[in-house]
């Protein structure tokens, strides 16, 4: 079945740092591919879907210069987050819709612990 | 934009009881329909989902129900086991657009 590989599983850095995060489909191509938020015992907060090819498309409230996305080719969409600070600690997970189609079902990565020091 | 409600937020059952969680959503548009199930540190996986030309779905334990009048649908869990303990969430997705995910349910069955 259709996978989606995410890459670093966890991550731990000082402030200040850049971290990037892949997201990978592994069996099928994505031309979209989605960013997600989780805090703890929360809901999935959607950050960002990631267009090949062209710019991606933040949600409200979500800062283009300090998460950037690169979606280079049909298999891999990027997520960097820069100079990042204890409050970016979080779960950061990528989905990509099953077909590469939107309205399939999602099929999404293990997640990146990501923690700030 | 859509709205899904998802009740309850925690769901506590003795093993081999049936669960049950609710959701209901605001766009008329939305017709797809899935549910996901995520462990602990994991990403989310699609456990069942369901379209809206069809009022019912079954896989083995798991049914999934649709009401499109009263736009809600509702997951079904029989015979629960331990290993069913971890966060559902339900979505709604108009046509080809994003999915709106509820706020989740941590279900836990006692052996």
């Known amino acids: 079945g259709a996978v989606v590989s995410q890459h670093p599983s966890w991550v731990i850095c000082k402030s200040g740092t850049s971290v990037k995060i892949e997201c990978r489909s592994l069996?099928?191509?994505?031309?979209?591919m989605f960013w997600y938020r989780q805090f703890p015992k929360q809901s999935l907060m959607l950050m960002a879907t990631s267009n090949e090819g062209s710019k991606a498309t933040y949600e409200q409230g979500v800062e283009k210069d300090k998460f950037l996305i690169n979606h280079a080719s049909l298999t891999l969409s990027t997520l960097t987050v820069t100079s990042a600070h204890p409050e970016d600690s979080s779960f950061y997970i990528c989905?990509?819709?099953?077909?590469?189609?939107?309205?399939?079902?999602?099929?999404f990565g293990d997640g990146t612990r990501l923690s700030i020091l | 934009g859509e709205n899904v409600e998802q009740h309850p937020s925690t769901l506590s059952v003795q093993e081999g009881d049936s669960a049950v969680i609710k959701c209901t959503y605001s766009d008329s548009a939305s017709n797809y329909f899935p549910w996901y199930k995520q462990e602990l540190g994991k990403g989310p996986q699609l456990i069942i989902d369901i379209r809206s030309n069809v009022g019912e779905k079954k896989d083995q334990r798991i049914a999934v129900t649709l009401n499109k009048t009263a736009k809600h649908f509702s997951l079904h869990i029989t015979e629960t086991q331990p290993e069913d303990s971890a966060v559902y969430f339900c979505a709604a997705t108009p046509g080809a657009g994003k999915s709106t995910f509820g706020d989740g349910t941590t279900l836990t069955v006692k052996p």
């Open positions: 069996d099928f191509q994505a031309t979209t």
């Open positions: 989905s990509a819709p099953g077909g590469g189609s939107m309205g399939q079902p999602q099929h």
